[in-house]
């Protein structure tokens, strides 16, 4: 049974948001992705609507926005992104490391990050994060294995997913 | 630092999502697919995209035509705007003698398709414009902007007024599609011109890839690249900034998007890696 596109958006597109605020990094680089994305989609609605998973097409339309070359910005990029106003403590006491780990995971290249998000947020396998991203599996392991140097992750364990759920 | 560092920072990426004001979702607009024909010396057919297009031997641009349309003389299609290159159409004005100064990025999609099909020349018969997109840079202000949209949406919203983005500056345009070559391979496309920031040289999209090789070229910088794809697939890119800054960026693959999607449609792509060269390195943009 096809998914209306209002209740489609009204109910993921909090979760569209999340998805490409991880992605970018940049919540108004996120807010545009996820909004040019839908944009496109309200007019394909009829085919991707009925699709199996309308919501894995529609993040894939994200992830391919992201790494796309559309898409040229200003270099300078606002200490605002960083910090936002008005953060809420959450508790937590160790925000250097939090951060340390937002500001290397904004220096990889869009692909390498794609594909970090893709396996450790997302939860794909090697084969779903490939096809997402247009490439061979092998890519996707090189590309993970240089970000996660950049990243300075120490894996010794078996990696987990951050979620296989998107929330 | 562990993954759950990482999941830390995916934490607090997500609160910062959440603390978004929740603004609704406009639709905008739909916008059509077309094509556009480049002068051929021959008369051939190709159904692309739902419309069916056809060259003429006239050597100059000729008109196109959506699907159902008779196929007697193509017939420009005011809605598309390039009454301009039909020579069949006796309302179009005859160019000047001395052609106005045009500005040195396409501000517009119709100008990029211009400009390309210019590029092109001889190395492809047409190409489908199924997207469009513009190159914008924002400037972000120290604070998120709270000031509501103006005007009122062309098409219902779901639940209210559109949201607002930080002040943006055009700086060029995309467009997408299928190109078909002069040797009739068909293959996904997209080219981008763009007035690149201050120094900005072309670069290769990953330094790591062994198959993309950096260049001057009179006063500007060259890159020249291709990309393996999934399933036998290949994407060639070409990325030219010029001395005076402008930029042109293309894609060509022999699959339908030039990403790594859709289906297999060639062999190999439209246009080489030399034509790639070509095409971006040519005055005529």
Redesign the interface.
């Known amino acids: 049974m096809q998914v209306r596109?209002?209740e489609y958006?009204?109910a993921r597109?909090?979760s569209l948001?999340?998805f490409?605020?991880?992605l970018t990094?940049q919540?108004?680089l996120?807010?545009?992705l996820v909004?040019d994305v839908?944009?496109?989609a309200?007019?394909r609605w009829g085919r991707i609507g009925s699709v199996a998973e309308p919501h894995a097409y529609v993040r894939r339309m994200i992830v391919?926005d992201y790494?796309?070359?559309?898409?040229?910005?200003?270099?300078?990029?606002?200490q605002?992104?960083i910090e936002?106003?008005?953060a809420?403590d959450?508790g937590?006491h160790?925000h250097a490391?939090?951060?340390?780990?937002?500001r290397r995971?904004d220096q990889l290249?869009r692909?390498q990050r794609a594909a970090?998000?893709l396996r450790?947020?997302a939860g794909l396998s090697d084969t779903e994060i490939?096809?997402e991203?247009?490439?061979?599996e092998v890519t996707v392991r090189s590309q993970i294995s240089?970000a996660l140097a950049t990243?300075?992750?120490?894996?010794t364990?078996h990696?987990?997913p951050?979620a296989t759920q998107e929330? | 630092m562990d993954l759950h560092d990482l999941h830390d920072a995916f934490a607090e990426l997500e609160r910062r999502a959440d603390a978004l004001p929740a603004e609704p979702f406009v639709p905008p607009a739909p916008h059509r697919s077309h094509t556009l024909l480049i002068g051929a010396s021959a008369a051939t057919v190709l159904a692309v995209a739902g419309g069916t297009a056809w060259l003429t031997s006239s050597g100059d641009h000729a008109g196109t035509q959506d699907a159902g349309s008779p196929p007697s003389a193509p017939v420009p299609s005011e809605k598309y705007g390039w009454q301009a290159y039909s020579p069949l159409d006796s309302t179009t004005p005859a160019p000047s003698s001395a052609p106005a100064a045009r500005p040195p990025v396409a501000s517009t999609e119709a100008d990029l398709e211009r400009r390309f099909t210019a590029a092109l020349g001889d190395l492809a018969t047409s190409f489908t414009v199924t997207d469009t997109g513009h190159s914008v840079t924002m400037t972000m202000p120290a604070a998120p902007s709270s000031a509501p949209a103006t005007g009122t949406p062309s098409t219902p919203s779901i639940g209210g007024s559109p949201s607002s983005l930080p002040p943006v500056q055009s700086n060029g345009v995309a467009i997408v599609g299928v190109l078909t070559a002069a040797d009739g391979r068909h293959g996904g496309y997209d080219v981008q011109m763009f007035q690149a920031s201050p120094g900005e040289q072309a670069q290769c999209d990953d330094p790591d890839r062994s198959h993309c090789t950096l260049s001057r070229v009179d006063g500007g910088t060259l890159a020249i690249g291709d990309e393996p794809l999934e399933g036998g697939g290949v994407t060639y890119r070409g990325e030219y900034v010029r001395a005076d800054g402008v930029a042109i960026l293309l894609h060509v693959s022999n699959r339908a998007n030039p990403k790594g999607m859709g289906g297999l449609l060639a062999s190999a792509p439209p246009l080489t890696r030399a034509q790639v060269e070509q095409v971006v390195t040519s005055s005529a943009w």
């Open positions: 596109f209002e958006v009204a597109r909090p948001l999340r490409a605020t991880v990094g919540t108004w996120a807010e545009d909004s839908l944009g496109r309200y007019e391919n790494v796309s070359w559309h898409r040229r910005l200003a270099r300078s990029r606002p605002a992104d936002p106003p008005g809420v959450d937590t160790d490391e939090r951060d340390a780990m937002i995971l290249p692909r970090v998000v450790y947020y490939a096809a991203l247009g490439c061979r240089r990243l300075r992750l120490d894996l364990d990696p987990t951050y929330r």
